[in-house]
């Protein structure tokens, strides 16, 4: 047993001479001698090196991550690897385009982190003028890339530089000389809706919304940014926009479907069902022609008139459905949903009625009664005649029927199928 302890504090022991070790061997931060290996291989034309040098430096550590300077080389070293790609693209000689932008948003991306190192200097920025040259003669290749990828629909790799763009439009690198002020934003709005496309497409829903208040300022796609942008709000659960945006759809675009059915959808879900009820009314107001607004607003009559109980929805629902058969007379469910319906009305009279014979009115409510029936049993079997196959619409209402009208050879035919 001691000697099992023995052997347990020897290896102790080691872990912990090794880790001091490790700690030991970690050489402190020099940045003469990084400056010195930097300065070998910009002097031998090679960039490669030196961004791989940097790169080390930079994970290992954070004071030279922190430093302005070196940032500032790190900039340079890819501006000159993306002139090399230009040049094998220029020359034609195996160049690798998907690279040659990579260095150019590296580029952006490393000029901003050393501007704002170099802001926190005491003696005031230094590399500034660097800096603004570099951003300002990429700027147009920063907007290429993006439509590179977005054109490929690599829309993970597009957004980073739709995004880059945006995000520096009157940035002081970007505005601070003469050349600098030609409109930056000229395309904004373009690219805005690039990236909008592009982080839905994604599935990058926070950053499809970023831009929305740019997008959408012109009438070119702004019905699709509207749904992508309310589709993005659905998918992050921010109820508010995302009824927002549906609304401002709908009133701009009253005849695209995506805008008033899902307000409708929304508000049933939430049983607001009036409310449902308006943003159909409000589609109708716009597009009269709409038979599938007008199914929409017999359904939701229909549905009203089991909530509220009251005749004078089941009436709406009925002039409803008319319009649609108006418009579209043979439409097998507009039947189908008037069958119902009445089926529905002979089912509230017979529960409200006093049927029993010898009662009062016995023969004329019986008659009613049997009116409701056989106003359901027409529509039903237009419903047949039109859609013989989609024997959801009608099977189940016919059945009824046929039994309750006492079509017994009928109802026999019918359970054959």
């Known amino acids: 047993m001691q000697h099992k302890h023995t052997r347990f504090l020897l290896f102790m022991l080691f872990l912990v001479s090794t880790v001091s070790m490790t700690a030991q061997d970690k050489e402190p931060f020099k940045k003469k001698a990084l400056l010195k290996e930097i300065k070998t291989y910009n002097k031998a034309k090679n960039p490669a090196k030196t961004d791989e040098t940097l790169r080390k430096a930079f994970t290992q550590y954070p004071e030279a991550k922190a430093d302005a300077e070196l940032m500032n080389y790190e900039v340079n070293a890819q501006y000159e690897l993306m002139l090399q790609e230009n040049r ?9 385009t998907t690279k040659y932008f990579s260095y150019v948003f590296q580029t952006y991306d490393y000029a901003l982190r050393c501007d704002s190192l170099d ?12 800096l603004t040259d570099k951003l300002t003669s990429l700027r147009n290749n920063l907007r290429s890339g993006g439509k590179f990828h977005y054109k490929k629909k690599n829309y993970a790799q597009a957004w980073p530089f739709f995004d880059m763009y945006l995000s520096t439009i009157g940035h002081p690198l970007l505005t601070k000389n003469a050349k600098a002020t030609t409109p930056l934003d000229v395309d904004s709005v373009e690219i805005a809706q690039a990236a909008v496309i592009s982080a839905y497409g994604a599935s990058q829903y926070q950053n499809a919304v970023k831009y929305l208040h740019i997008a959408v300022l012109d009438t070119a796609n702004r019905s699709l940014i509207y749904e992508l942008g309310a589709k993005s709000y659905e998918q992050l659960q921010q109820n508010l926009d995302y009824v927002r945006l549906l609304k401002q759809g709908l009133a701009e675009y009253p005849r695209t479907e995506y805008f008033y059915a899902s307000l409708i959808q929304y508000y049933n879900e939430q049983e607001s069902y009036h409310q449902a009820l308006d943003m159909i009314n409000e589609a109708l107001a716009a597009d009269t022609l709409n038979h599938k607004l007008w199914y929409l607003k017999g359904r939701q009559c229909q549905f009203l008139s089991q909530q509220d109980n009251g005749l004078n929805w089941q009436d709406e629902a009925l002039e409803a459905y008319q319009r649609v058969l108006a418009l579209q007379p043979e439409n097998a469910e507009a039947f189908a949903a008037i069958g119902e319906l009445h089926l529905h009305q002979a089912h509230e009279f017979y529960e409200k009625t006093d049927l029993r014979i010898g009662a009062a009115n016995y023969s004329r409510n019986r008659k009613k009664l049997n009116t409701f029936y056989q106003q359901a049993l027409d529509a039903y079997e237009s419903a047949r005649r039109l859609a013989p196959d989609n024997t959801q619409l009608w099977l189940e209402g016919l059945r009824e029927v046929y039994y309750k009208l006492g079509e017994g050879k009928k109802l026999r035919e019918l359970e054959k199928l």
């Open 88 to 96: 094998k693209i220029y020359l034609k000689t195996n160049p690798d």
């Open 119 to 130: 802001q926190l200097s005491v003696r005031g920025p230094k590399f500034s003028s660097n």
